[in-house]
């Protein structure tokens, strides 16, 4: 008898951990569905954007360290579209100007 109360009890607590698993997935995904329009954008003036030499337009730097073609689109912390702003880990909560540049850029591997 002892055998099937443990049993019961095992099989109530897997149950309950399940659905408290499931929750905190669904709970602690929500936020990271924020869109990059909501985000604000990265200010040149930004301490942490002036520490990394971040530019709203590559085209405009005469930074030595830039290569022709590079711009936030096509770097690896980048994770927005091609034009327009999207997030960049770099400036976690913020978003950047996919034409833009800073000295971390680091090309998309392929």
């Known amino acids: 008898m002892s055998y ?4 019961e009890s095992r099989r109530r607590f897997l ?5 408290t698993a499931a929750a905190a ?12 329009a909501d985000l604000p954008h990265v200010a040149e003036s ?11 337009d590559a085209s405009a730097t005469k930074d030595a ?3 022709p073609g590079d711009t936030c689109a096509n770097c ?10 999207g997030p960049c880990q770099l400036f976690p909560g913020k978003s950047v100007n996919a034409k ?9 591997k392929a």
Request: aromatic share 12%.
């Open 4 to 7: 099937e109360k443990d049993f």
């Open 65 to 67: 360290k830039r290569k």
């Open 46 to 56: 930004d301490p942490t954007a002036k520490a990394l030499g971040y530019v709203e």
């Open 15 to 19: 149950k309950a951990a399940a659905g």
């Open 100 to 108: 833009g540049w800073c000295v971390s850029h680091a090309p998309k």
């Open 25 to 36: 997935v669904v709970i602690g995904g929500l936020p990271r569905f924020a869109r990059a």
């Open 76 to 85: 690896q912390f980048y994770s927005g579209g091609p034009s327009g702003y």
